[in-house]
């Protein structure tokens, strides 16, 4: 379908609607009057109320910008009755135009509708799972995108290439560096005895998921040990965390391990 006038949203009366420039209808019209007179006397005559049917907006014209030209931009209700009450083959011919234009709108509208209330809810049940999780920024982005890039495509580009992770309360403002939990106790401890000690310091807890053989058990940071580590999604299974420790907190965590030993 050809443009023959310009449609853009105007904030009219605190909603965004579609509307026209109520000059250019004019002059697609082909009236045989001066613009302001006209609009003018259609306004008055037919009882149209600004911020309702239309709103106003003044721009500053000319080489020295001191001539100041009142725009109309009228709704496209508005536009249809002008169109109509002209009464000729242009008046026709825009008004056509226009009921083409919003059975379109409404074709779009009813057919993403639906669509949205499937991403809201997918959206949703994916913060559910991070909030369950307690997954760090980060793995919170990395979800999102991954629905997204399979999903919603055109919206992956959009989201921000990195999020911050930080120990709780940090103020760094930037993310910091983590490692698992054999860097955080090489040559001090095996892996699996740091997470019992740390397990019974209330940093670390031992977490189910069902599995095709029961129940599969993995380590999860504690609401506590976010002050220490993050939990990322596992690279094996994204419904299972995997454990990681700030560098920053290596010292005290080793600490911590050694107090705990059973």
């Not at 250019?24 to 609009?39: M, P």
């Not at 580009?157 to 939990?181: C, H, K």
């Not at 670390?204 to 220490?228: C, D, H, I």
């Not at 596992?234 to 920053?248: A, L």
Request: one cysteine or more.
């Amino acid at each position: 379908m050809n443009e023959l006038i310009k449609i853009e949203k105007s904030n009219v009366g605190g909603d965004l609607i579609e509307t026209v420039n109520a000059r250019e209808l004019h002059q697609f019209l082909e009236v045989g009057r001066d613009y302001t007179s006209w609009i003018k006397s259609r306004i008055e005559k037919y009882g149209f109320v600004e911020n309702q049917d239309y709103v106003l907006t003044f721009t500053k014209t000319g080489e020295r910008q001191n001539v100041v030209m009142t725009e109309y931009h009228i709704s496209i209700g508005m536009a249809k009755e002008l169109a109509m009450v002209e009464n000729n083959d242009q008046g026709r011919k825009v008004r056509r135009y226009f009921i083409e234009c919003e059975k379109r709108l409404k074709q779009v509208t009813n057919q993403s509708a639906p669509l949205l209330s499937e991403y809201e809810k997918d959206l949703k049940v994916i913060g559910v799972i991070a909030e369950v999780l307690r997954v760090s920024e980060s793995s919170k982005l990395g979800m999102v995108k991954t629905y997204c890039e399979k999903h919603v495509s055109r919206v992956a580009p959009l989201l921000p290439s990195y999020a911050v992770d930080s120990p709780t309360g940090s103020t760094a403002g930037s993310s910091e560096p983590t490692v698992p939990i054999s860097n955080v106790v090489e040559c001090i401890m095996s892996a699996a005895k740091a997470n019992k000690a740390l397990d019974k310091a209330g940093l670390l807890e031992q977490r189910f998921r069902k599995s095709s053989n029961g129940e599969k058990a993995f380590w999860s940071v504690t609401e506590k040990g976010l002050n220490y580590g993050k939990n990322i999604t596992s690279p094996h299974n994204q419904r299972e965390t995997q454990p990681h420790w700030y560098v920053s907190k290596k010292e005290d965590l080793v600490n911590t391990i050694k107090n705990n030993m059973q």
